[in-house]
């Protein structure tokens, strides 16, 4: 009764499924490793945001890359703004998804060393063909808190790094170019500020970053599993249909064989 299975049909439908059963079985297991790695980066970003503030010296130096572990990581530090050589960032949009400006200042420390500090976002108020007008930095030394962030690349972030751009207008926020601007000594990375709040409102602190959603992840890798299950059932339901079938034909033949002709 199963000879069926030896048919050009059936072997095909067979062969399918035995392909598709480890396909599912591993797009479900690398669902999974997408789920894992989600939910390692957002415990990373919850360790960081809730760690005590630690001075920026700490953990950045000139020339320093920051790692995964320092990103997000509240520091502090203790200097003044140098509003002379301020930049602001192209193309940056706010909490509504309003198109404006970050506002990048040197912030000079103690030791004459300096420390870049995104100060918020200002709206682009029209063409963004010239410097535009910035809220003042608070005067003389002050403590400021923020956000350590790595450099920005265009590999990291998908922003090309445009040239010829208007005086003082920059497209990503980076260490090494700004050191090299500036003619000093800049430590890696920068501080998105978080305090103290601006005077007014103005400029916008950039707010603390989201948490990726990892749940999705999980629910399909759970649903390709089930679909992987699902197949081998879905053949044998299958199988005993056409066994049905058949066993339904062939009686059927068998009844009308032995049904004596009529006489005539």
Same mark, same amino acid.
């Given at each position: 009764?199963?000879?069926?299975?030896?048919?050009?049909?059936?072997?095909?439908?067979?062969?399918v499924a035995?392909?598709?059963?480890?396909?599912?079985?591993?797009?479900?297991?690398?669902?999974?490793?997408?789920?894992?790695?989600r939910d390692?980066?957002?415990?990373?970003?919850?360790?960081?945001?809730? %760690?005590?503030?630690?001075?920026?010296?700490?953990?950045? #130096?000139?020339?320093?890359?920051?790692? #995964?572990?320092?990103?997000?990581? #509240?520091?502090? +530090?203790?200097?003044?703004?140098?509003?002379?050589?301020?930049?602001?960032?192209?193309?940056?949009?706010?909490?509504?998804?309003?198109?404006?400006?970050?506002?990048?200042?040197?912030?000079?420390?103690?030791?004459?060393?300096?420390?870049?500090?995104?100060?918020?976002?200002?709206?682009?108020?029209?063409?963004?063909?010239?410097?535009?007008?910035?809220?003042?930095?608070?005067?003389?030394?002050?403590?400021?808190?923020?956000?350590?962030? @790595?450099?920005?690349?265009?590999?990291?972030?998908?922003?090309?790094?445009?040239?010829?751009?208007?005086?003082?207008?920059?497209?990503?926020?980076?260490?090494?170019?700004? +050191?090299?601007?500036?003619?000093?000594?800049?430590?890696?990375?920068?501080?998105?500020?978080?305090?103290?709040?601006?005077?007014?409102?103005?400029?916008?602190?950039?707010?603390?970053?989201?948490?990726?959603?990892?749940a999705l992840?999980?629910?399909?890798?759970?649903?390709?599993?089930?679909?992987?299950?699902?197949?081998?059932?879905?053949?044998?339901?299958?199988?005993?249909?056409?066994?049905?079938?058949?066993?339904?034909?062939?009686?059927?033949?068998? +009844?009308?064989?032995?049904? @004596?002709? %009529?006489?005539?």
């Amino acid at each position: 009764m199963y000879r069926f299975l030896l048919t050009r049909q059936w072997v095909i439908l067979t062969l399918v499924a035995l392909v598709l059963i480890p396909t599912m079985i591993r797009l479900g297991i690398w669902q999974m490793d997408r789920y894992h790695e989600r939910d390692a980066r957002n415990q990373l970003v919850t360790n960081a945001l809730n %760690a005590k503030p630690v001075p920026v010296e700490d953990l950045a #130096s000139p020339g320093h890359v920051v790692n #995964s572990q320092e990103r997000y990581r #509240s520091v502090t +530090a203790k200097g003044r703004f140098d509003t002379d050589d301020e930049l602001v960032v192209r193309r940056r949009v706010n909490s509504n998804e309003e198109v404006g400006y970050h506002i990048l200042t040197p912030f000079v420390l103690k030791d004459g060393k300096v420390l870049l500090i995104n100060r918020g976002w200002i709206p682009a108020n029209g063409a963004q063909t010239s410097f535009p007008k910035v809220p003042a930095p608070p005067r003389g030394e002050t403590t400021v808190t923020g956000r350590l962030m @790595p450099n920005e690349t265009t590999e990291a972030s998908g922003i090309k790094d445009l040239k010829d751009l208007p005086d003082r207008q920059v497209m990503l926020i980076n260490s090494k170019q700004e +050191a090299e601007r500036l003619g000093r000594t800049v430590l890696g990375g920068y501080v998105a500020q978080t305090a103290p709040d601006p005077k007014g409102g103005t400029p916008e602190l950039v707010g603390a970053p989201g948490k990726e959603d990892s749940a999705l992840n999980y629910a399909y890798a759970i649903q390709w599993w089930l679909f992987a299950a699902a197949v081998p059932v879905g053949w044998v339901v299958l199988v005993r249909r056409e066994l049905r079938e058949r066993r339904r034909k062939e009686e059927t033949s068998t +009844a009308e064989a032995e049904t @004596p002709a %009529a006489v005539g």
